[in-house]
Structure formats: C-alpha cells, structure tokens
C-alpha cells in the first residue's frame, strides 16, 4: 500500500474557501473509512471529518456547517470543502485511509493558512 496524497492547501483570508483533496492507492473494496485530520501549531492532532464505507460523514463541533467531506464515484479520492474559514482553522490536514483490518494509511499533510 501506498500513502494518500494530499492537496489542495494554501494562504486564504479570513472567510474564504478552500478544496482539499486526497488521492489514495489502497484498494477502493478494502477501505473502511475516509477522513481528514488536522494539526494546529503546538496542538495535538484531531479528527475533523469522517467518510464511511457506508457513506455516512460524521463531523467534530468546531467544523459542522463549514466543512464537507466527499468523495469521486470511483472512490480512490476522497475531499475535503472548507468554508468559512477561520485562523483558527489554520493547520497541516492530513488524510488517513482505514482498511477493513484496521491499518491506517497517513499522508503527509497539505498546509492550511488562513489570515484574518
């Protein structure tokens, strides 16, 4: 397996949008769930979107209503629309691919900047 790849970061002002996107290698049959992580400066890491095999998306507090996580019709890229956007928001996100034996794939993160 390989790492999900990840893009789609940048400089934003305050209230703007962004599209992360992540494409990931690991067999589309075998992947559990989908989600995108961040890491704040001097924060610990944290789920921020969650895409199921199901289809079901389950969100953290701080982003409900601004971020929607998605995927393609094939299932190899799975994204991450961020609107709204605050300095808060500012952060590395990482994309982590779960397959159905519970081995989690991490990619090496896209910068998020967001000025106000």
């Known amino acids: 397996q390989v790492q999900p790849v990840e893009s789609g970061g940048g400089l934003v002002q305050s209230g703007g949008s962004l599209r992360l996107s992540c494409a990931s290698s690991?067999?589309?049959?075998?992947?559990?769930?989908m989600d995108w992580y961040r890491q704040a400066p001097g924060k610990e890491r944290e789920l921020v979107a969650m895409?199921?095999?199901?289809?079901?998306?389950n969100y953290t507090d701080s982003v409900k209503g601004r971020f929607t996580i998605s995927r393609d019709n094939a299932g190899n890229m799975v994204y991450l629309q961020i609107d709204s956007l605050k300095p808060e928001d500012t952060a590395v996100y990482y994309c982590k691919i779960r397959d159905l034996w519970g081995r989690d794939y991490w990619g090496k993160g896209t910068l998020v900047s967001v000025s106000s």
């Open positions: 690991t067999n589309i049959f075998s992947i559990s769930t």
């Open positions: 895409l199921t095999r199901a289809g079901s998306t």
